[in-house]
């Protein structure tokens, strides 16, 4: 009877609020609108629709900005002198500033992106994503070797990104780990989809 009783509350409740209840096999599910809430697992039986979710897209093309490297080893930001190489085509909980980009929610999103440049034959390139916050490498660093100044190269990485605090900063960065060749970039794509809290 207490049971029944709780049961009789909770739907009376949820007319108040404007949620259902459905109960099926012991497993209760609670929607309000198109939300489910719930406490414990969800079974999906079909397709999934998600509304929104953090990300963000962009790049740049038919670009000549010069990476110049002074220091073997040493990162340099993707940039121009302007701060406008990179063009976001989409952000929902990002925003650019400077050509960085800033993740206005603290989480863990993967990254993608491919880098398009020309360098010296043979000369080893890296890149990474950078958090300026914390001064870390995110994930692991992508290389490739020059081709020549009329042959095109590809640095292509994705990265499991961290971002640790709210409005994280982080920036795309190479470096030459042969000497001080300077690299030009060319073309450029990403893309950053929020994972989890």
Known sequence: MKKLIIIIFVICSMGVFGQ????????????RGDSVLLEGNL??????????IRHAAGGFQDSSVLISI????????VANA???????????GFSMSGDT????????????????????TNVEYHARIFDV??????GFTV??????STNYSKLVGAIYVGAETDNDRFVLEVSNESGTQDMTVV??????????S
Request: charged share 15%; glycine share 10%.
């Open 70 to 77: 002074s220091v073997q080893g040493d990162y340099y930001q």
């Open 82 to 92: 302007t701060g406008d190489l990179w063009q976001v085509t989409d952000l929902d």
């Open 43 to 52: 079974d999906v039986n079909g397709l999934l629709t998600i509304g929104e």
């Open 101 to 120: 980009l800033i993740v206005d929610n603290a989480g863990h999103y993967v990254a993608l992106f491919v880098l398009t440049f020309t360098g010296t």
């Open 20 to 31: 259902n209840l459905f109960l099926n096999d012991n497993n209760v599910k609670i929607y």
């Open 187 to 196: 073309h450029a794509n990403f893309i950053i989809l929020y994972l989890h």
């Open 143 to 148: 290389a490739e070797t020059g081709r020549g």
């Open 133 to 138: 916050n914390a001064a870390t490498t995110e």
